[in-house]
């Protein structure tokens, strides 16, 4: 017991904490942009898997890294539009439209890998990089300084994506259109195109997700890689507030729970993988229990706009 | 101001025509043959019942709605608008009668809201604040630019819809009932501002109930009846009572409530205490008592504690120190629900907020508190012919302007809202009532009706808080008239002690005796 809580081993669960927010903090992140427009996208563990799968294939054939992150860049995208064409277009029930392209995302990934791939191979993903003098900070500088670059992005996301939504114009009218798209409507915003556009941000940084898992988290793909890191994704938004700092906030909290459970695994405490496996998501759903505040959910959130109706 | 503005402003707006305007909506044609237009510099002013059509038809000039038959002609060449950013940028600008505010954002975001900014893609509300505060200076309209819209009241949320427009500088200004919402002297305030406006060119349209206002302010006057146009005529050789007969083709009598002695007391309120929603005491000490059979009014400026004093009564709002008894009984702490049980009904000052529910027909918002009562229930369902038969009832007796009773109540016009939660409330036979500005927004007509109905509950012994803005109702229905300013009560004086400049005078923060010795 005594080695458990030693300086290395929570330094250990710090390091594995930040690599394992990082798929969280875009997903959910990409799903602030979505819902603060007032729609919800239960979609974004099927765009994670199709653009893991993505990003490892093009990876794994061409050797390019980066060209991976530009194929699920783009899967995101497509889905993005075909998330919002059903949903804002069309109108359909957003929440049944996300489980439909969670669906799509699931068994296309899933036939796409036997076919092209066939069994589970690694590639070398993306490496750590270590920031000159910050590094060396004692502690936490190792923690926080020795990463690869899709982890910096993705905490640097944070600061950004509050900036745009609070500081620019475009932000302005994504608040609008989820809180009051009628009065949106009624300044001459294109309320479906503002809408189309959150949709999209947040699928495109849904693949970002995807591709952080398979090649920079776990440098592999194979069936159902996400087992639900998008629904969590989502619960972290509503846990957050809509705010890309509560979202941060979320996603450290389930990662460091998630982090400790697998070290305290690795080293052999005695207590049942089930149980421990669990404990993130019981976690999460406490927290949701108690936080929660439904003051600040988007008004028209899940509600799609028709002009003339008020 | 936006570039398109200032060429709008330059060029003024030339001669804006509807012509042979049909718009039909599934049971009604809310727009017949209509035939409308303004000159430049004009103000023309819209008239007509709730439901006549008018605000349809300015949402198809504001490009909110297509015609379905007939075209718009601006400046001689007919033009077709997709969608309310056509409109602006031709230079149009609407108020619209129910608030398009968003309320988690400031006055400054809401003002900034989809116009462009000088630094590009970032915000600059620093500038967009500074042009606010010019704006408001010229045009008299008081606000915070860094209040958020939700802590505001109705009045002052309507100040801000006024500042949108002229902020985005429209040549025409569409006014979809500008001035339900505010006080005589604000109206006043407000008329200069659109006589300034009109001696810059700028073309206005105006709709209101009130048929003074029209007078003073429009030099046209169209009136409209089941979507077509009855008339229009110059305002001045057009009297009182032809528009009267325009509009609803019957005599309005005037009130005459005969004086009666109230009964016992129902409510006291004793020095109550809240908090508003911006974290700063609206209620400071009010205290005031109401009998059976007697008619409070509460006069006051909107944003000075009604609607804090309102929430309270209801139990939608905590107080923070003080009392309230009703029949004797302290009911500070008691819900809603133990009120409502109790017999005390509310009709909201934000009937679309708090007395309705949108996207619910006009039957289910009838029963939204009644449908657990044992009347209209077999066991544990619900008796649904019982309540057609009692919806289609307040239907028909408070002439609500339907095309069913499963029509959603979001697409009835404005007054016929009004009209069925009033309907609802007093078909409860309350003991004691709030009514916050229950005839805002509604048409003579039904005004009248109401304000009959008002003193039909008093005669049954109900007790009555009116809470009204329009010194007119206040004075020809109370028993009492309250002025309340900033938080407190300035003064409780007996029907025919003062006239409507006195109250003004209290409305404004003078103190009793000085202003009862104005003259
Ligand atoms: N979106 C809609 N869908 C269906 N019916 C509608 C819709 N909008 C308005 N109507 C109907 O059209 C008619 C005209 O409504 P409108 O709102 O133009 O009246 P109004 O003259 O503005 O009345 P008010 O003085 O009460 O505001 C009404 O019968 C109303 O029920
Ligand atoms: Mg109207």
Known sequence: MKNIFSLNVISGILNTMIALATPYLYAAIGEVFAQTAGVVNLGVDGI???????????????????????????????????????????????????????????????????????????????????????????????ILFRNNILVYAAFLLVPIAWFVLEKTTFGLKVKSV??????????????????????????????????????????????????????????????????????????????????????????????????????????????????????RQPAALNKPFERGES | MSKTAQEVLKRKTGRVEMRNIVKCFPGVRANSQVCFDVDPGEVHALLGENGAGKSTLMRQLYGMYRPDEGEIIIDGVPTSFRSPADAISAGIGMIHQHFMLVPTLTVAQNVALGQASSRGPLLDLKVVTARIIELAEEYGLKVDPEAFVWQLS???????????????????????????????????DLFKTFRRMVAEGHSLIFISHKLNEVLAISDRITVLRDGKVIGTRAAKDVSRSELVGMMVGREIKALDPRPREAGVELLRVEDLHAMGDRGMEALCGVSFAVRSGEILGLAGVSGNGQRELDECLAGMRKSSGGKVLYKGRDISHCTLNERVDAGMAYIPEERMRDGAIREFSVQENVFLHDHESPEFRHGIFLDFAKMRSHAEALVHDFAVKTPSLDTPIKNLSGGNIQKLIMA????????????????????????????????????????????????????GLSDRIAIMYEGRIMGILDRGQASVEQIGFMMAGVEMGEALSAR
């Open chain 1, 178 to 295: 989820g809180q009051n798209p009628a009065a949106a409507d009624s300044l001459g915003i294109n309320v479906d195109r503002i809408r189309y556009v959150s949709v999209c941000i947040g699928a495109v940084l849904a693949g970002l997700a995807g591709a952080s898992l398979s090649i920079s988290l776990t440098n592999l793909f194979q069936d159902n890689l996400t087992a639900g890191m998008g629904f969590i994704a989502v619960a972290l938004v509503y846990f957050g507030g809509w705010s890309p700092v509560g979202v941060l906030g979320g996603a450290l909290l389930f990662s460091v729970v998630n982090s400790f459970q697998l070290w305290m695994q690795v080293l052999g405490v005695n207590i049942p993988s089930g149980v421990a496996v669990m404990l993130p998501y019981l976690l999460t759903i406490v927290a949701l229990c108690v936080t929660v505040n439904r003051v």
């Open chain 2, 424 to 475: 609802r409330e007093l078909s409860r036979k309350p003991g004691f009532l709030v009514a916050a500005q229950p005839t805002r927004g509604v048409d003579i007509g039904a005004s009248e009706y109401i304000h009959q109905r008002l003193l039909e509950q008093r005669e049954a012994g109900t007790g009555i808080l009116l809470v009204s803005e329009d010194l007119d109702e206040i004075m």
């Open chain 1, 48 to 142: 994670m898997l199709l653009s893991a799968f993505a990003a490892f294939y093009v990876a794994l054939v061409t050797g390019n890294l980066w060209l991976g992150l530009l194929a699920a860049a783009v899967v995101g995208l497509l889905m993005g539009l075909l998330m919002s064409f059903v949903s804002v277009s069309l109108k359909a029930e957003q929440g049944v439209s996300g489980i439909g392209l969670y669906m799509l995302g699931l068994g296309l990934s899933s036939l796409l890998f036997k076919v092209m791939i066939g069994t589970v191979k690694t590639i070398e993903g993306f490496k750590p990089v270590e920031l000159p003098l910050l590094s060396a900070i004692p502690f936490l500088g190792p």
């Open chain 2, 154 to 188: 109705v009045g002052e949320q309507q100040r801000i819809e006024i500042l949108k427009a002229l902020y985005r500088g429209a040549g025409l200004i569409i006014l979809d009932e500008p001035t339900a919402v505010l006080t005589p002297q604000e109206v006043e």
